[in-house]
C-alpha cells in the first residue's frame, strides 16, 4: 500500500501517535515531563511543516470516501491550530514538568488532532468525530489542575458541550433524515429547497452546537465562567483553538453543506454577530477577574468574526464588482477571508493574552491568597515583568483593532467586507463595539502601566517568555506585512464558494 | 540722499531696542542714551528728508512682503510733520527720561520697551498701507501696555495697564473690520495693479474710492473711526487713558499726551478722502469729536490727581482734534491741516505739561493735587515752563493752542453756519472748561500754601533742559509756523489720485455745494493753497466768533482764579457744591463709566457670558458624553447579572436563543424578509 | 538631494524610540540626537523644496498589500511640508525643553520620538490606510505620556482621550472604506490612493452627492474631533489638564494639527461636491469654536485649561478659513496651523514651568511671578501676545489672512468671529497674565526663581520663530499659496460651469 | 414496519425529556443521564433514517455516536467523581462559584 498518497494528512497521523506515545512513554518513566513537552513541541513543528507544505493547495485532496479533504482552507485551519498548540506548549514547559505532564501533553495533542480533523472534514461523520475528540480531550484538560475552580469549570463546560453535541447530533440526524447523505457535498445537491418547519429545526441545531464552541450569545454562556476557571494555559487553548474549531466546521457546513439555506443562516447570524459582540463587550467591561475580561472579550470577538457568515449570505453568489490587484474578488470572498485573517490574528492574541495571564498568576499564586487572576495583580506589570506586560499591551492594542498588528488586518479586512457588500449597519454596530471595546482593554494597559506596582520585580519563566515573543512577533508581523497573509485567506475562502 | 535712509527711521529704534533689551543691564542709567541717541538719529534723518522733499514732493518706497500685502514707506506732508514731531518730542521725552528713571531698577526695560515704542510709532506713521499701519498700530498699543504696566508690581498699574490694551483692543476689532471690509471691497474691483501696487496702499485706495459702494464707504468709515476712537481715547473708549497714568509720567508724555493717541486723529488725517467719501464718514468724525471735546473737560474739572487732569484734556483736546477732522464736511481737506496743526501744537504743550507734572511729582513724590501747593516756590523752571504749557492749552493769545484750538473753533462755526451749530457749542464749551480746568491744576500746585511735606527741590537740568526746549515750542510754534503749515499740509492729497469733486458728491456734500463751499470742499481750489485758511476769506465770520477765544481763554483763567489764585480767591471750591450733590459726585466718578463698563459690562456681561458657557459645557457639551458613558455602564452592570454561575440557567438560554431564532426567522419568512 | 528623505525622517525616530527605550538615563541623548536628525531634513528639504510646484515632492512609493491596493505612498506638497518642519521643530524643542525629566525618562522620550513618528507620518502619508495607521499611532504615546506622567485624573484624560479620538477615527475609517469600494480604477482595481480617490470623488457619476454627503460627513467628523471643534472639544481641556508638559505640547502642537491637515488635505477637495449646507454646518462649528472657545478660556480656572480652550478657539480659525475657500482664507488657515503649532509650545511650556516651580495652576492663587521670574516672564509674555494676535508675529498674519479672506464667502460669520473673539482672546490672555505674573509678589512664592535654562532655551527659541515667520511670513506663506491655488482649481471650473 | 413519523415523535420526546431534565435538575447524574437521553435519541433518528431510506450511512453515524456518547461519559463521570471529592456533593446548585 503507498502511503505516499496520504502525505497531507501525515500530519494529523503523527501526533495521534505521538500522543499514544507520549502517554506511554510516560507511564514508563518518572519525571518526563518535560521530556514529554519537548516531544510534542517537536511534533507540532513537524506536523507544522507538513501542513505548511501543502498551505496553499489549489486543487483539494480528498480521503478516506470522499470524507477528508485537504485544501488551502483546512491548511489554514491546521495552521492555526498547530500554532496555537504549538505557542500553548511551549509555554506549558514552564509549568507542566511534573508527574502526570504526559497526559497534559497527550490530550493536548489529541485534542489538537480532533480540531484539524474538523478542519478537513467534509462529512457529518468525520466532522461529529474530530468534534468530540477535541471537546472531550479538552473537557478533560479543563479539569486539569483539579483546584475547585478547574473542576467548576470543567463541569460547565461539559455539560453545556454535551447538551449542544447533542443539538448538533440531532441536527445532523434531521440532515441525514432529509438528504439520505451525510457528505457535505450530496446534502448541498439534495434540494432543501422546500423549507419547511425540520429544515429550520435542522439548520438551528447545527448552529446551535457551532456556536457553542464558537461562544456566540446565547450558546456562550460556559465559555466566561471555563475560560476563568480552567488553567490558563487551557484556556488558551479553548479560546484560540478550540473556538475557532467551531469557525472550521461551520465554514465547511454552512457554506457548502446548507448554501440553499443561506437566507435562514444569514438572518440568524446577523442578530447573533450584532447581539454577540455587544453583550461580550459590554459584559467585560465590568469584571475584576483578567482572564474573564478576555473570555468576554474572546466572545466579542467571536460576534465579530461572524459577520463573515453575514456577509456570505448577504453577497453570496453575486458576481465580483470589483477586483484587487486585478484579481476577482466578490464581496463573499473577502467576507470570509476577513474572518480567516481574524481568527488567525485572535488566536495568536489570545493565546498570547492567556499565556500572559498565567505568567501573572504564576507570580502571584504562591504568595496571595486572593484570586490570582485579580486585575489588581496586573498593577505596576510593566515594572515587575517588563515583557510579559508589553506583549499584554501590544495583544492588548492589537485586540482592540488598534494599527499595525494582525487584530487590524483581520477587523479591517472583515468590517471593509461589511461595506462592500452593504451591511453598513452591521459594520457600524461593529464599529461602535470596537470602540467600546477599549473600555475595557485600556483598563487592563492602564494597570499594568500606570499604576504603582503590586509587589517587587520577578523573574519571567522561559516558557512563557519564548511563547509570549513569539506570539508578538506574529501579530506585529501580520499587521506591518500583511500581504501574504490576505492572500492566503483569499485563497483559503475561495475553496468554500463555487468557482 | 536721506530718504535713501528712511528704514533707518524705525530701523535706529528698533536697534536700540535690541541692545537695551540684552545689554542694557549692564549700561549706566540702563543704557538711556541709546534710546535717546537713536531717536534723534531718527530726527537727523527726518530733518533731512524735510529738507530734500519740502515743498513739493513725497517718498513713496515699496517691496512684496506675503500674500497680496507689501511693506513700504510712504511719506507725504501728512507723515512728514508727524515724523518730525514725535521724533523731536520722543527725543526731548527720551532725553529727560535719563534723569527722570535715573535709578530704577527696571530703567533697562523701560528704555528697551520706550525704544520699541518709539520705532512702531514711527513705522505706524510712515507706512505705506493700511495693514502696515496696523501693526504698527497695534505695536504701539503692545509698548502702551508694556509702560502702563511698567510698574508690575503695583496692581493698579497692571489692572490699568490691562485695560487700557483691552479698551483699545475693542476700537482695534472695529478698525480690523474696517481693513477687511476695505481689502475686499477693494479686491472685488478686480483692479489691474500695475507692479509695486497692492490693494491696501494708500494710493491706490485714494485713486478707487470712488468705485466702492458708498454703504460699505460708510462701514468701512466707521470701523476706522471705531479703531481712532480706540487709540484716540474719545467717547466711549476713553476710559482706559486716565488710567494709563499709572505708568511713568514719561510714558504718559510721550504715549498718552504727545504721540500714540495722536495715532487715531492722524488715521483719521490719513483716510481723510475715504471718510470724505462716505456718507455721514465725516458727521461721526465730528459728533464723537466734539462730544469728546466736553465731556471729558468735566472731568477735568473735578479730578484731583496731577496727570488723571492731563489725561482728560488730552481727551479733550484729542476731541478738538477728531471734531476738526469731522469738520472737513463743510470745509474740505482744509480740515486735516487744522487738525492736524492742533495735534502737532499739541504735543508740544501736552507734552511740556506732563513732563512739568512729572518733575513736580519727581519731587513731590506725589500726584495728588491736594497735598501740593506753593510748589512754585521751589521749583522755578518747571513753575513757568508749566505756565507756558498752561496758557498755551488754555488757548491764551499768541501762545500755540490759541491758533490751533480755535483755528477748530472758527471753522466749526463754519460748519454750524452749513451743516449744524452743536459742535461748535460743544468745543465752545469744552474750550471755556479747557482754561478752566488748566489754571485749576495750575493755580493749586504752584501757588498757595504747601499742603503737605514733600521734597523742595528743582529736578535736575537733564529733566529741565527738555522742559524750556519744549516750552519755547509750546509757545511759538503755532505764531511761526501757522501759515506755512496750512499750506503745506492742505497740499496733501494733491500729491495722490484723488477727485474730492466726485467723492464730495458720493459722500452727501451736496448741502457745502448749496452753500457756496463746494470750492474749499475740492482740494485744487481751496483758497488755503494761497497760504491762508480759505474758509476765512470765503466766508468772514463775524467778528465775536473771532474774538470769542480769546474772552474764553481769559476768562476761564480768571474763573480758576477766582476760585484757585490765593491771591484773587473769592470762592472757595467745596463750597460751590455740597459734598452729596449728584452732579460733583457723577463727575467725580467719572460719569460712573468704571461702574457701567468694567463693573456691568467686562465683568457682568463678558465674563457672565463665559460662566454661562463653561455652565453649558461642563452639563451639556462633556455632559451627555458622562451621561452616555454611565448609561452604557450601568447597562453592562445589568447585562453582566445574566451569568448567574448556574448551569440549569444555562441550558434554559440555550434553548430560549433557539427559540428567539425559530420565531425570528418564521417571522421573516412569513413577511418575505428572508 | 538625500533620497528617500521622508522614510528616513519616519525612520529615525522610531530606532531612536527603542534605542532611548532601552538607554536608560542616557535616553535624553539618544531623543535630540534621533530628532536632530529629521529635523536637519526637513531644513534640507526645505531648501530644495519647489515652492512653486502644484505637484508632491520627496515622493517615495512601494507597494505593501497589493492585494487590496495599499501602497506605502509619502510626499509633501505645500499643505504638509509646513506641518512637517512644525513637527521636527516641535519634537527637538519638547526634547530639550524635557531635559530635566527624571521619573523613566527612558520610556518618556522614547514616547516622544514615538509620536514624531506618527505625526510624520500623517502628514507625509499618501495612502489612506497608511494615513489610518499613523493617525492610530499617534494614540499610543500620547495615552501612556498622560497616563504616566499625568496629574491626578490622569486615568480618567488619557483613556477619555484615546476613546473619544478612537470613535471618531473609526467613523472616519468607516467612510475610508466607503471611498475605497466606490472608486475603481481603470482596470477594475482598488486603491486607496488618496490624491486618486479625492479627485475621483468630483465625478458624479461615481461618487452622487447623496453618496457623497455620507463620506463626507464621516471625513469630517474624524477630523473635527481631532481639531478639536465644538461641540467635540470636551476630550482635549481633560486632556491637557492631566498631560505632562511635552505631553501637552505635542498634543496642542501637533497632534491638533493633524485634524486640520485632514480639512485641507482631504475635506478641502471634496467640499466643492458636497452638498452646499456643509459650508454653513462647518462655517457655523468654525464660528462656535472661535467664539466658544474664547468665551470658555475666560471662564477657566486653571492657566492649563485656560490654554486648551485658547487651543480650540485657535483651531476654530483654520476651519473658518478652510470652509471659506478662498485663497486668502486657504492660505491663512494653513498658516494658522503652522503659527498655532508654535505658538502653543510656548503657552503651554508657560503654564508648565508655572506648575513646577510654583507647584499650582489656579490662576487666582498666582500673584507677582515676574518679581522672581524675570526671563520666564518675558518669554511667557511674548508667548501670549504672539497667541492673542500681536502683529509682527506669526498669529497676527495666520488670523488677518483667515479674517481677510473669509469675508468674501462667508461675511457674517466672519464678522461675528472679529466682534466677539478678538477682545476676548486679548481678554483671557491679559487676565491671566495680570493676574499670575504681575502684582506685588505673594509671600508664599518669595523663594521661587527663573526655571532651568533648557526649558529657557525652548521658550525662547519658539518665541524667535515666532518673530521670524511673523515678520516674513512669506517663507512659508509662498508654498502654502500654490498648495491653495491647487486646492482652488476645481473651484474655479465649477464657477466656470455656474454651479457655484 | 413502523412508521416513521412515530420513530421521529418518540426521538423528539427523548430529546425535550433530556432538555428538560437538563434544565431543571440539579444532581450531576441526572444531568448526565438528561444528556445521553438527548443523545440516543438522535440516534433513534439516526437508524430510523438509515432504515428508510434505506441507507447505512446513518447506521454507521450512530455507532460512532454510541462510542463517542460511552467516551463522554466516562469524562464526564470522572469531572463529577472529582468534584464530589472536592465539595462532598454534586448538587450543581453548590458549585456555582464563578459568575457575573
Known sequence: MDFSHYAPLWGEALLTALAVLVVLLGSLMKDSGKLMGYLSAAGIVAALAIVANTLT???????????????????????????????????????????????????????????????????????????????????????????????????????????????????????????????????????????????????????????????????????????????????????????????????RVLLIGLIALRMEWYLAFAILAAVTMTLGNLAACWQDNVRRILAYSSIAQAGYIAIGFVVVGAAYGAAPVTAFNGLAVPAAQLGIAGALLLILGHALM????????????????????????????????????????????????????????????????????????????????????????LVYYLR???????????????????????ALVLTLIAVVWIGVFPQSFVDWALQAAAVLLPQ | MYADYAYLIVGLPVLAFVLCLFVGWHLPRGGGFLTALATFGALVISLGIFSEIYPDKIIHQSMPWFANFNVGILIDPLALVMLLMVTFVVTLIHTYANGYMNGDPGAARYFAEAALFTASMLGLIYADNLLQLFIFWELVGLCSYLLIGFWYRKPSAAAAAKKAFLTTRVGDVLFLTGIILLYNNMASLNLALKPGEYLLQFPVIYAHLAEIPPAQLTLIALGLLGGAVGKSGQFPLHVWLPDAMEGPTTVSAMIHA???????????????????????????????????????????????????????????????????????????????????????????????????????????????????????????????????????????????????KDEIIVIAYEYGVLINFLPYIFLVLAAVLTAIYTFRMWFSVFTGKERSNYGKHESPMIMIGPLVILAVFAFGFGFAAQSDFYSYLDSNFEHYDVNFEELSVIGGHVLAGEHGATEAATGEHAPAAEGEHGAEEAHAEPWYIQILPIIIAIGGILTAGLFYWDKIKKFDPSQVTGDNDPIRKMLLKGYYQHEILTGWFAEGVVYGTALICNTIDIKLVDGWLNWLSAWVMGFAQNIRKVQSGVVQNYVTALVLGIVVLVVVISLAKEVGLA | MIAN???????????????????????????????????????????????????????????????????????????????????????????????GETKKPNQYFALLLLNEVGVLGVFTALDFFLFYIFWEIVLIPMFFLIGS?????????????????????????????????????????????????????????????????????????????????FPFHTWLPDAHVEAPTAGSVVLAALLLKMG??????????????????????????????????????????????????????????????????????????????????????VLFMSAGTIQHVVGTRVIADLGGLADRMPKFAVLMMAGFMASLGLPGMSGFVAEFMVLTGSYPTLPTYTIIVVFLSVATTAAYHLWAMQKAMFGPILKKYMNVHDPHSYELFSMAMIIVLTLIFGIQPGLITDMMGTAATQLMEPVVTLTQMGVI | MIPLELNILLASTMFTIGLYGLATQKNGVKLMMCIELMLNSANINLVAFSAYLPNVNGQVFALFSIALAAAEAGVGFAILIALYRLYGTIDLDNINAMRW
Open chain 1, 57 to 251: 493547495i489549489s486543487k483539494p485532496a480528498i480521503f478516506f470516501f470522499d470524507t477528508v479533504s485537504v485544501d488551502a482552507l483546512s491548511q489554514f485551519f491546521k495552521a492555526v491550530f498547530l500554532i496555537v498548540s504549538l505557542l500553548v506548549v511551549i509555554a506549558s514547559l514552564s509549568k507542566y514538568t511534573g508527574k502526570g505532564a504526559d497526559v497534559y501533553y497527550a490530550l493536548l495533542l489529541f485534542a489538537t488532532v480532533g480540531m484539524m480533523v474538523v478542519a478537513s472534514s467534509v462529512d457529518l461523520v468525520t466532522l461529529f468525530v474530530g468534534f468530540e475528540l477535541a471537546s472531550l480531550s479538552t473537557y478533560a484538560l479543563a479539569a486539569f489542575d483539579k483546584s475547585k475552580k478547574n473542576l467548576e469549570a470543567a463541569m460547565k463546560y461539559f455539560i453545556f458541550g454535551s447538551v449542544s453535541s447533542a443539538f448538533m447530533l440531532f441536527g445532523f440526524s434531521l440532515l441525514y433524515g432529509m438528504t439520505g447523505s451525510t457528505k457535505l457535498a450530496d446534502i448541498a445537491a439534495a434540494s432543501l429547497g422546500n423549507f419547511g418547519p425540520a429544515t429550520l429545526v435542522a439548520l438551528l441545531f447545527v448552529i446551535a452546537g457551532f456556536a457553542f464552541k464558537m461562544a456566540l450569545v446565547p450558546f456562550h454562556m460556559w465559555a466566561p465562567d471555563t475560560y476563568e476557571g480552567a488553567p490558563a494555559l487551557v484556556s488558551a487553548m479553548l479560546a484560540a483553538g478550540s473556538k475557532k474549531m467551531g469557525f472550521a466546521a461551520a465554514f
Open chain 1, 350 to 437: 489570545k493565546t498570547g493574552a492567556f499565556i500572559g495571564t498565567a505568567q501573572v498568576a504564576s507570580m502571584v499564586s504562591a504568595s496571595s491568597e486572593k484570586d490570582p487572576d485579580d486585575i489588581s495583580n496586573y498593577a505596576g506589570l510593566a515594572q515587575r515583568a517588563p515583557i510579559t506586560a508589553f506583549c499584554m499591551l501590544i495583544f492588548m492594542f492589537a485586540l482592540a483593532g488598534i494599527p499595525p498588528t494582525a487584530g487590524y488586518i483581520g477587523k479591517f479586512v472583515l468590517f471593509s467586507s461589511a461595506i462592500y457588500s452593504g451591511l453598513l449597519w452591521l459594520a457600524v454596530i461593529a464599529i461602535l463595539n470596537s470602540a467600546l471595546s
Open chain 3, 260 to 345: 486640520g491637515y485632514g480639512l485641507f488635505r482631504v475635506i478641502m477637495p471634496m467640499l466643492p461636491n458636497v452638498d452646499k449646507a456643509f459650508v454653513t454646518i462647518i462655517a457655523i462649528i468654525a464660528v462656535l469654536s472661535i467664539v466658544y472657545g474664547a468665551f470658555m478660556a475666560l471662564a477657566q480656572k486653571d492657566i492649563k485649561k485656560l490654554v486648551a480652550y485658547s487651543s480650540v478657539s485657535h483651531m476654530g480659525f483654520v476651519t473658518l478659513g478652510a470652509v471659506a475657500f478662498t485663497w486668502m482664507s486657504i492660505q491663512g488657515a494653513m498658516f494658522q496651523q503652522f503659527s498655532h503649532g508654535i505658538i502653543t509650545c
Open chain 2, 258 to 404: 504727545a504721540t500714540m493717541v495722536t495715532a487715531g486723529v492722524y488715521l483719521v488725517a490719513r483716510m481723510f478722502p475715504l471718510f470724505y467719501a462716505a456718507p455721514h464718514g465725516l458727521t461721526a468724525v465730528a459728533a464723537v469729536g466734539a462730544f469728546t471735546a466736553l465731556f471729558a473737560a468735566t472731568m477735568g474739572l473735578t479730578a484731583f490727581d496731577i496727570k488723571r487732569v492731563l489725561a482728560f484734556s488730552t481727551v479733550s483736546q484729542l476731541g478738538f482734534m477728531m471734531a476738526g477732522l469731522g469738520i472737513g464736511a463743510a470745509v474740505g481737506t482744509m480740515a486735516v491741516g487744522v487738525a492736524m496743526f492742533h495735534l502737532i501744537g499739541h504735543s508740544f504743550f501736552k507734552a511740556l505739561l506732563f513732563l512739568g507734572a512729572g518733575s513736580v511729582i519727581h519731587a513731590v513724590n506725589t500726584n495728588d493735587m491736594r497735598e501740593m501747593g506753593g510748589v512754585g516756590k521751589y521749583m522755578k523752571w518747571t513753575m513757568y515752563t508749566m505756565l507756558i504749557g498752561s496758557l498755551s492749552l488754555a488757548g491764551f493769545p499768541f501762545f500755540t493752542g490759541f491758533f490751533s
Open chain 1, 444 to 466: 487592563i494597559i492602564s494597570y499594568m502601566y500606570l499604576k504603582e506596582p503590586a509587589g517587587p520585580k520577578v523573574s519571567e519563566p522561559k516558557g512563557y517568555v519564548v
Open chain 3, 149 to 229: 506622567w499625568g496629574g491626578p485624573r490622569k486615568d480618567y484624560a488619557a483613556i477619555k482621550f484615546f476613546i473619544y479620538t478612537h470613535v471618531a477615527s473609526l467613523v472616519m475609517l468607516l467612510a475610508i472604506f466607503a471611498l475605497y469600494f466606490t472608486y475603481q480604477l481603470p482596470d477594475g482595481s482598488r486603491t486607496f490612493d488618496m490624491l486618486t480617490l479625492l479627485q475621483a470623488t468630483s465625478d458624479k457619476t461615481i461618487f452622487p452627492t447623496s453618496l457623497l454627503n455620507i463620506i463626507f460627513a464621516g471625513l469630517l467628523l474624524g477630523f473635527l474631533v481631532k481639531m478639536p471643534a
Open chain 3, 5 to 99: 528623505a521622508i522614510s528616513l525622517m519616519i525612520i529615525v525616530p522610531l530606532i531612536g524610540a527603542l534605542v532611548s527605550f532601552f538607554a536608560g538615563s542616557k535616553a535624553k541623548f539618544v531623543a535630540l540626537l534621533a530628532s536632530l536628525i529629521p529635523l536637519v531634513l526637513s531644513l534640507q528639504m526645505y531648501m530644495e523644496f519647489d515652492k512653486t510646484s502644484k505637484i508632491m515632492q520627496f515622493v517615495e512609493s512601494y507597494n505593501w498589500v497589493p492585494t487590496l491596493g495599499v501602497k506605502y505612498t509619502v510626499g509633501v506638497d505645500g499643505i504638509g511640508f509646513p506641518l512637517l518642519f512644525l513637527s521636527t521643530i516641535v519634537t527637538v524643542l519638547v526634547i530639550i525643553y524635557s531635559w
